[in-house]
């Protein structure tokens, strides 16, 4: 039996604090647990993010009831870091990339194996915010060779160009953020 759990941290990036939502972003912490281990790796269970009482989250904070502690046999898959470089966040591309070795140390530290996680290179933004893009993807691309992590390049399926623009307007939802199917 194959389970899949969609843990989504839409909205958010890889560093800590909150989006203007109230989620936390993956290494915010929230009853001592970051949003990455209570979601990727079920610690806590069931872990809840705190989110505020507000529009998007009418009964506050969202207990992780899919969040499991992974196995041996499972996976872990990370695609983070396009948030980072919006202009509202600007994570320098370091900081970035120190944050998804951490999510990959946080994974092999409880004895999961490296081979079992599998990162993406990161798409192109909307047209004039991509230019930190190439070089996250360059480093991407290092981190995954260098901690053996499987690596999907997402961008040269979506962009001639390391992920400064799209190869074309099909590729993404409509939004020039989003890729498509």
Known sequence: TIVVVNHGIAGTNTGTGRTILGSPNARETVNGVTRFQGEALGA?????????VNGAFPAGGILRVQAFAPRSSDFLYISLGTN??????????????????????????????????????????????????????????A?????????????????NDDGLTWKSASLHIGDSLHYAE
Do not use: C, F
């Not at 806590?44 to 505020?52: C, H, L, M, V």
């Open 44 to 52: 806590a269970y069931p872990w809840n993010g705190g989110e505020p």
């Open 84 to 141: 980072d470089v919006a202009s509202d966040v600007n994570l320098p591309t370091a900081v970035s990339l120190a944050n998804l070795e951490w999510m990959i140390d946080q994974w092999t530290s409880l004895g999961l194996p490296v081979s079992h996680v599998i990162i993406t290179t990161l798409p192109p933004r909307p047209p004039g915010q991509s230019s930190m893009i190439p070089p996250l993807n360059d480093g991407i691309r």
């Open 143 to 159: 981190l995954a060779s260098r901690k053996g992590a499987k690596l999907i390049d997402i961008t040269s399926m979506t962009s």
